[in-house]
């Protein structure tokens, strides 16, 4: 695991969350999406397609199922991307 | 103890807070008489049925009463078995000969309903290494049957072409693919770009799967669909439908060409392991079929119906869900929760019914109140229904 600090993918993926985070989260690896950000499922749509599109990736609903806090979403991209 | 209801609890909440203002329950309407495809007497009261999903009137269809009192008579009350028991009697065979005509198609398969259809289809066609992309306002049964198999499932924004070829690119090219998608979609009456999508599906390599559960009937010159209208009947691997809609009564089908469609009958879980339909349902529903084929003039009623209310609620000042009328189903937005509820009990006290769709079954969090019209309707029912709303938009200040 990287420190996210110097991490230049989680800084990206901060990038995209930030037009989602309606109540100004402060965002960490453990930022959870859904009790921190408080997004809904369509909130969560929106922001998968942001990301699907940034990194030219699939992020699968089964995997999306797995995905808690944002540094699991950092390691499902690292790895998507191959 | 966990009580197992508690997940529950915010739900009952929301409910008691809206039913505490005195507000009626939308959701436990009781229809006491029913005397046409377009009128019901509700709570004592004779009302205007504007929230059906009865769009060729065939409810009532003097033929398609006496199919199924015939085949009341002649076979009884039920089947008490399975399609693949002893479930299968004459009428399903004749209800399933009855679609392929309606569809042109070579293979039909009826089911109990039309969740079912989806369920059985979607869950046992696409398996653990294949992928299934979905429009994210797909219906609940399409949802249902994805979780029910074991695909990765790929949902993508809205009737967006690019989006769905972009998500098909990413995919590894020897993977096995299904596109589902709707003809018509139910909460705001829109229909999909079935041309272009259908199109970069085959070229991606992947087999289409249309629902086209609102526009059977109605949409495309002999009521086949969206995939009639725009012309790629020929290049769709798999239609569902259902007999609860247009048809009249109740039960679910997929129709297809692919050669090898009979072994489902095997394999496809929601269709084995239950009970077939009642004799008198497929014989209402193989009279309705074939009728429906010959069903030009009415399907012309029901577009000048539902022009005349698009425009009329329009011109009124409300908010629908369509610039356009693409459908039978004519979707006014609410602001928000409590005033469409108001905005569907006014209604119901001027005496007409409509649906109230909310989250999560409706887009974008939206309040809708949602209006399908009937080819039954006569264009004096649709003048009143526009008084009323009228009356009933001005009492609750939604206009």
Redesign the interface.
């Known amino acids: 695991m990287t420190d996210h600090a110097s991490d230049p993918l989680f800084a990206e993926i901060k990038e995209e969350i930030e037009p989602f985070n309606a109540k100004g989260v402060e965002v960490t690896r453990e930022t959870s999406f859904q009790k921190d950000l408080e997004w809904d499922s369509l909130t969560v749509m929106d922001f998968v397609a942001a990301i699907e599109d940034r990194f030219d990736i699939i992020i699968t609903m089964n995997m999306q199922a797995e995905i808690e806090t944002v540094g699991q979403l950092v390691d499902a991209v690292t790895k998507l991307r191959g | 103890m966990t009580d197992l209801f508690s997940k529950f609890d915010a739900l009952i909440q929301q409910r008691e807070t809206l039913l505490s203002t005195g507000q009626r329950d939308p959701f436990s309407l009781v229809m006491e008489e029913v005397k046409s495809p377009t009128v019901a007497v509700v709570n004592g009261k004779e009302t205007i049925l504007l929230g059906t999903y009865n769009y060729m009137g065939m409810t009532f269809d003097p033929d398609v009463i006496a199919a199924g009192k015939k085949a009341l008579d002649d076979f009884g009350t039920g089947t008490t078995g399975s399609r693949v028991l002893n479930g299968t009697y004459q009428g399903h065979r004749e209800c399933e000969d009855a679609l392929k005509e309606f569809y042109g198609f070579d293979h039909a398969m009826v089911f109990s309903t039309g969740y079912q259809a989806n369920l059985g289809i979607i869950s046992t066609i696409a398996g653990k290494d294949d992928?299934v992309l979905l429009d994210?306002d797909s219906h609940a049964s399409i949802y249902d049957g994805?979780a029910m198999g074991n695909a990765?499932?790929?949902?993508?924004?809205h009737n967006d072409i690019e989006?769905l070829e972009?998500?098909l690119k990413?995919?590894p090219e020897e993977a096995g693919k299904l596109v589902i998608l709707e003809g018509v979609y139910s909460m705001l009456g829109d229909v999909a770009p079935l041309k272009e999508m259908v199109r970069i599906s085959k070229e991606a390599g992947a087999m289409v799967l249309v629902d086209e559960a609102h526009s059977m009937g109605f949409i495309g010159e002999h009521g086949r669909g969206v995939a009639e209208e725009q012309g790629v009947m020929d290049d769709v691997d798999f239609i569902i439908g259902t007999f609860s809609k247009s048809v009249g009564t109740v039960g679910g089908f997929c129709v297809s060409n692919h050669p090898k469609f009979e072994v489902m009958r095997l394999v496809c879980r929601p269709y084995v392991f239950t009970a077939s339909l009642p004799p008198s349902v497929v014989a209402t529903a193989a009279t309705s079929i074939r009728k429906l084929m010959h069903g030009s003039e009415k399907r012309a009623h029901l577009w000048e119906n539902s022009r005349k209310l698009h425009a009329g609620l329009k011109a009124l000042g409300f908010t629908i869900g369509t610039d356009e009328p693409q459908s039978a189903i004519i979707a006014v937005i609410m602001p928000d929760l409590e005033g469409g509820a108001k905005m569907w009990e006014s209604l119901l006290n001027e005496g007409l019914y409509v649906n109230l769709a909310r989250p999560?079954a409706t887009?974008?969090?939206m309040t809708l109140l949602r209006c399908s019209l009937c080819a039954e309707h006569t264009s004096e029912q649709v003048d009143e229904i526009l008084g009323m709303f009228e009356r009933a938009g001005k009492a609750t200040g939604i206009i």
């Open positions: 992928y994210i994805c990765q499932i790929v949902p993508f924004r989006a972009k998500r990413r995919l999560p887009p974008a969090n």
